[in-house]
C-alpha cells in the first residue's frame, strides 16, 4: 500500500502521527522558503509542507513538481498556524520528511477546479482530466449512492435483479435499433434492447413475481439535445398487481431514495392528477408543480363582445402570475415576442394587470372592468398580479399555455432545484391515430394494457371509439421531468391479438416479431404491470442539475460519439468480410 | 392487489384466517368427491381443497383447471389431516369458498418439475417455463444474491460503482470485437467491450481511487461448450496498491461471499501458489487444491536402466492414486487407452502398483524392486496405492499429468461440488511468442505490468530475455476453475511505450488503437492494478454446478442463438439502407 491515510482524514487529533499520503499535486505556493503543496484525492485534500529545515534532496524533489503530478509523501502530522475552515482537514498539515515522485504530469488543457476554464470539448476530450474535478466525482458519487439504495430497497421488499441479455432480437417497433451483424449467422443481426419489456414479461409468466434490473438500454435515435444513444433504466415488474399496488410499492421506492440519498423526508402521499386533468391545468402531461399557476378555461367570459381573435378561437386559456402587475409594457412585449416563437407557437398575447389604479388590459376596447374582474375571479387573480391569456385551437394552445407557464415559473424563481414536488399522472391514452400512415400507434408500446372500463371501446369496430380508450399506464413525474412511466400490462391472449390488429399488423407479422411473448402469453401469464425509471436523470434532479451528462462516466455528444476515444470508427476491411458485410460509402 | 399472502407463508398458526392466494396450479388431485390442488408461486406451494360441500360453481370451476392454470383461490386456513413435512405450508390446507380463474394455459411441452422430462432444445425454446421449475429459480436466486452481496462489501469498503459505456472503439486486439453499425456516422461503427480494461484504467488516472462494476461484456468468439458471446464481470480497479492489497482486498470480498451466501466461515488465508510451482505439482495454472495427488518429477531415478522411453524424454512424472492398487489390469488399460486420447496426447502409461504382495509395476523388465521403492518413496506412495507415469517433453507432459491427476481425482470422487478450495496463482509469463507471426502476444492483455524485478529483462534486445519477463499478475482460482485474473497495470507511460513495441505496434498503430489510454497516462497516472472475476462461473460453482447456463436467465447456444427469440435474424432492407450496409449473403 502506498500510503496510510487518504487525503480526506486526517484531522488534528493524529498530529504527532508519521503518516504517508498518496495522490496528486493540485496546488503549490512557496512562502519564505517553505512549500506549501496541496495534495488531493478522491477523499479530499490535505495541505504539506517542506519548510526550509528539510534536507537539499527533498526540496529539490519539491521544487521539480508541477501541477497533476503523482506523487507520495511521508511526514509527521501538525496543527497548522493559519487554519483553513473550509476544508475538513484544514486544522493540520504534513511536515514533509520524504517525497517520491511516482509519475509527472503534463500541464492539463484546463484547470482542475470546481469552476474550470475548459470549453464543452475540451473537457469531453480530456474526460478523464474532467472527471477529476468536484462536480463530477459528486455527481458518479451520488449515482452510485442512488444504485446502491435502490438496490437495497427492492432487494428489501422481496425483489429479485435478473439480467437480461443486450444480444436480442430487432422488432423494428417505436424507435429504431441499434443492430449488431453476426459472424456466426451469417447475413443475419441481433439487435441491442430499447428496453427490457418482452423480457420482464417473460419472467412475469416464469413466476418471478417482483423484478428489477438496472440496466442499460439503447435507442438509435437522431439524437436531441442531452439524450444519449446509451441510457440506464430502473427497469421494474410485478405480479398479481393492480395499479395501486404498482405506485405504492414505487411511491415508497422513491420516497426511500428522497431519505437514504438526500435525507429528505417525504411523509405525504405523492399527489396523483389525471392526464386529462394534467393536460388541462398545467398544459403538459408532465406538469411542474412546484409552483401553482394553474391554467384557467375562460372561454365561456368572452363570448358576446365581438372580441372575434376570442369568438373565433375554440380554446382561451389563462394564468395568474403572481406579483407581475408591476412588468413593464417592454417586458410584456418581449413575453408576446416570446410566446409567438414558432417553438411556442402562439399568435399573440393578451394580457389584464391587477394594479393599484384599478384593472387594465390590453382588450379594454372589448371587455369591461367587470368582465376582466370576472376573468380575474376565475384565475384567483389579486391586486399585483397579471393575468396572461392565450387563444387558438385547444390542444396546440394548451400545449403553448403550459410552455408559458413554465418560462413565468423560471422568471419568477419558482423552480427551484432543491425543491422537490414528485407527481404521478395517469390514464393517458392508449393510441395514438397517425394521419400519414394512417393507422393507431401505441402511445407506450403494444403490450399496456387498455382500462378495464374502456374494454367495449377497444374492441369497437369505430376509429373514434378506439382513440378514446384509455390505457392504464402512469408516469413519474419530479419537478417538471417525466422520470418513470409504466403501465398494468395485456396478459391475456386475446387483448394482446386485438392490440396487434388495432396497430394494424397482419398475424404473420405479429408472430414474426412477437411470436415468443403470444407464445408465452398460451401457458398461464398472470396479471402483471411495472414501471422503468430513467436513471440518467433522475440522478441528475436529484443532484439538481437539469442536464444528465454530468451523471454518466463516459457520455456521447450529440452526433452519438465519443470524442475521447474516437468512436465510432473505420473497422478492417477483414472484419467487414467475416461480417459478410459491404459499407456503401467510403471512407 | 391479487392475493394477501403469499403461497410459502403460510403456517398452523394462520389457522382460522381467510385468505386469498394467487398462482399456478403445479397439481390436482381428485379423492373422494373432493378435489386437491397444489397451488404455486415464487415462494412455494400450498394445497388447496374443493370438498363436496362446496358450491356447485366452486367445484365446476375446479373441474375445468388444468396444470399451469393461474388462478386466484379464496378460502379459510385449515389444519392438514394428513400433513406434508417435505414442504413449509405442509400442516395446512386452504378450505376454498371461491375461485376466480386468470388465465388459462395450453398444456406446457415438458413437466415443470425439479427433474423435467423436457430435452435441452425444447427448454430452450419455452426457457420462460424452464424458469419456472425449482432448480432455475434457485439458480438465479443465488446469482441475485451474489450481486447483492457483493455490492454491498465492496461499498462498505469504499468502491464506487461506475457505469462504462458498451458503445465504444474496436480495438482488434485479442478476440474479435462484436461491431455495431452507426447510422449517424455513416461507415463507423461502435465496438462492444469484451471488458471496460481501459475505461476502469482511465478511472483510475481520473481518480476514483476504488472502483467496480458487475458488467456486461462481449466476445465474438467461435463458441466452445459453456462459453457465451455475453457474459458478466464483476470488474474492479484500486489505485496506489501493490499487489498484497489487491489480494487481500477482494480474498475479504470472497470471504464475505461465502459467509453470506453459503454460509461457510474461511477463516484461514487462501493459499497461493506461483504459476511455475502450479505446472510443477498440478500441471495446470489453474489447480484444482481439493485433492492432493501432486505430482512429482522423477526423471533423475529413471536413468541408467535402459529404459529408452524415459531415457530419451526430457520430463518423468508421476502422482500417487491413493487405494488404487486394486485396481485391475482392465482397468489400468482403460486409463491407458484414456491418456493417448488426443485430448490428453500421452504416448503411454506407465504403473507401480504397491500391493499386498510387494512392489509391481509396468516395467519390471527395467526397473528393480528398489528402483521402484525409491520412486515410491518421492510420490510419498504407501501399500495399496497406484501410481501413474508419464514421459516426453516437459510442457506437454506437464499438462497430461494434469489432466490425468483430475481424472483421478473425478475417478475416485475427490471433487465434491460442496467442497470449496479458493486459491490465488501469481507470477504469470507476461508474453507469449506465436510462431507463425513471429511475434510476442501478451498473455493478459498489454496493460498488465511487469515484475518490478524483471524490468531489465523487459529492456533486454534479446527474445529469450524478454520471453522470461513474469507479469505482476494473478488468478482466483476456485475448485480447478479460474474465476478471476487480473494484474498490477502499468502507469508509466514509457513502459507503456515499451510494452507496445515488444508487442511489434508500430507507434502510428499504437496510437490510433490506444491514443487515449497513452495519452491520459501522459497527466498523471496513479500506480493502480484490479481484477475481474467471471460472475457467471463463479454462480455456478457457488451453485456447486460446473456448466453456466443454468444461472444465466436467457443465455445462448452454442451457435450464439437464442432459440426462444430466434435471434440472430435478418433485418430489414431499408435498416440496412440506413446503416449504408450491404450483406454479401443473401437470406
Redesign the interface.
Known amino acids: 500500500?502506498?500510503?496510510t491515510h487518504t487525503c480526506g482524514e486526517l484531522r488534528l487529533n493524529n498530529a504527532g502521527q508519521k503518516v504517508t499520503l498518496?495522490?496528486?499535486v493540485q496546488k503549490i505556493r512557496k512562502m519564505g522558503g517553505m512549500s506549501f503543496i496541496d495534495l488531493?484525492?478522491?477523499?479530499g485534500i490535505t495541505q504539506l509542507v517542506v519548510d526550509e529545515s528539510a534536507s537539499h534532496d527533498l526540496n529539490a524533489t519539491a521544487e521539480k513538481l508541477g501541477r497533476?503530478?503523482?506523487i507520495?509523501a511521508t511526514g509527521v502530522v501538525a496543527e497548522r498556524t493559519s487554519k483553513n475552515s473550509k476544508i475538513p482537514t484544514g486544522d493540520i498539515e504534513i511536515k514533509l520528511s520524504e517525497i517520491n515522485l511516482?509519475?509527472?504530469?503534463?500541464t492539463?488543457p484546463f484547470t482542475i477546479e470546481d469552476e474550470t476554464d475548459g470549453g464543452e470539448e475540451i473537457r469531453a476530450k480530456?474526460?478523464?482530466?474532467d472527471?477529476?474535478r468536484g462536480p463530477l466525482?459528486k455527481a458518479?458519487?451520488l449515482?452510485?449512492k442512488m444504485?446502491?439504495e435502490t438496490?437495497?430497497y427492492l432487494?428489501g421488499i422481496g425483489f429479485?435483479?435478473?439480467?437480461?441479455?443486450?444480444?436480442?432480437?430487432?422488432t423494428?417497433e417505436g424507435a429504431?435499433?441499434?443492430?449488431?451483424?453476426?459472424?456466426?449467422?451469417?447475413?443475419?443481426?441481433?439487435?441491442?434492447p430499447q428496453s427490457p419489456q418482452t423480457?420482464k414479461q417473460?419472467?412475469m409468466?416464469?413466476?418471478?413475481?417482483?423484478y428489477f434490473q438496472i440496466v442499460?438500454c439503447?435507442r438509435?435515435e437522431?439524437?436531441r439535445a442531452d439524450r444519449q444513444?446509451?441510457f440506464?433504466q430502473i427497469d421494474c415488474e410485478m405480479?398479481?398487481?393492480?395499479r395501486e399496488?404498482v405506485l405504492n410499492t414505487f411511491e415508497g421506492t422513491i420516497k426511500a431514495l428522497f431519505k437514504n440519498v438526500l435525507g429528505l423526508e417525504m411523509n405525504e402521499q405523492f399527489p396523483r392528477i389525471s392526464y386529462a386533468d394534467a393536460m388541462k391545468y398545467y398544459g403538459s402531461d408532465k406538469p411542474d408543480i412546484r409552483f401553482g399557476m394553474k391554467i384557467a378555461e375562460i372561454k365561456h367570459l368572452t363570448g358576446g363582445k365581438d372580441f372575434a381573435v376570442f369568438d373565433s378561437a375554440e380554446y382561451v386559456g389563462a394564468i395568474c402570475v403572481e406579483g407581475a402587475a408591476s412588468y413593464t409594457r417592454k417586458q410584456i412585449d418581449e413575453i408576446t415576442e416570446w410566446v409567438k416563437r414558432p417553438q411556442v407557437g402562439a399568435k399573440g398575447l393578451v394580457y389584464i394587470r391587477l394594479a393599484e389604479d384599478g384593472i387594465k388590459s390590453s382588450v379594454d376596447k372589448f371587455y369591461s372592468p367587470e368582465d376582466l374582474t370576472a376573468i380575474a375571479n376565475v384565475v384567483g387573480a389579486k391586486n399585483g398580479d397579471l393575468i396572461l391569456i392565450l387563444a387558438g385551437d385547444k390542444k396546440r394552445t394548451q400545449d403553448a399555455m403550459g410552455t408559458l407557464r413554465i418560462e413565468m415559473g423560471n422568471r419568477l424563481g419558482l423552480r427551484k432545484s432543491d425543491h422537490y414536488a414528485p407527481l404521478w399522472v395517469y390514464d393517458f391514452p392508449l393510441l395514438e391515430w397517425d394521419e400519414e400512415t394512417q393507422r393507431f400507434y401505441a402511445m407506450h408500446h403494444p403490450f399496456t394494457s387498455p382500462k378495464p372500463e374502456d374494454m367495449d371501446k377497444f374492441y369497437s369496430s369505430n376509429k373514434e371509439d378506439i382513440a378514446q380508450v384509455c390505457a392504464n399506464a402512469y408516469d413519474f413525474v419530479l419537478n417538471g421531468t417525466e422520470i418513470g412511466g409504466g403501465s398494468i400490462r395485456i396478459?391475456?391472449s386475446g387483448v394482446q391479438k386485438r392490440m396487434f390488429e388495432v396497430l394494424g399488423f397482419g398475424s404473420e407479422e405479429a408472430e414474426y416479431k412477437f411470436?415468443?411473448i403470444i407464445?408465452?402469453?398460451?401457458?398461464?401469464?398472470?396479471?402483471h404491470g411495472g414501471i422503468a425509471f430513467g436513471f440518467d436523470r433522475f440522478c441528475a434532479l436529484f443532484g439538481g442539475q437539469e442536464t444528465i451528462r454530468d451523471y454518466?462516466?463516459?457520455p456521447?455528444n450529440n452526433?452519438?460519439?465519443?470524442v475521447?476515444?474516437?468512436?465510432?470508427?473505420?473497422?478492417?476491411a477483414a472484419?467487414m468480410?467475416?461480417?459478410?458485410?459491404?459499407?456503401?460509402?467510403?471512407?
Open positions: 500500500m502506498y500510503r498518496a495522490g496528486w488531493r484525492d478522491r477523499y497533476e503530478y503523482v507520495q511516482l509519475n509527472a504530469s503534463q492539463p480530456y474526460r478523464y482530466l472527471l477529476r466525482k458518479l458519487e449515482r452510485h444504485a446502491q438496490r437495497k432487494d429479485i435483479e435478473v439480467e437480461t441479455p443486450v444480444l436480442i432480437k430487432s423494428p429504431r435499433d441499434f443492430v449488431v451483424p453476426s459472424r456466426m449467422n451469417p447475413g443475419e443481426f441481433y439487435a441491442l423480457f417473460l419472467l409468466v416464469a413466476g418471478y413475481d417482483k442499460r439503447f438509435d437522431d439524437l444513444p446509451e440506464t405480479s398479481f398487481v393492480e399496488d396478459h391475456d411470436g415468443f407464445n408465452a402469453f398460451k401457458f398461464g401469464a398472470p396479471p454518466i462516466a463516459f456521447k452526433a452519438g460519439r465519443d475521447m476515444l474516437d468512436a465510432p470508427s473505420v473497422i478492417d472484419q468480410d467475416e461480417l459478410f458485410l459491404k459499407s456503401t460509402v467510403s471512407k
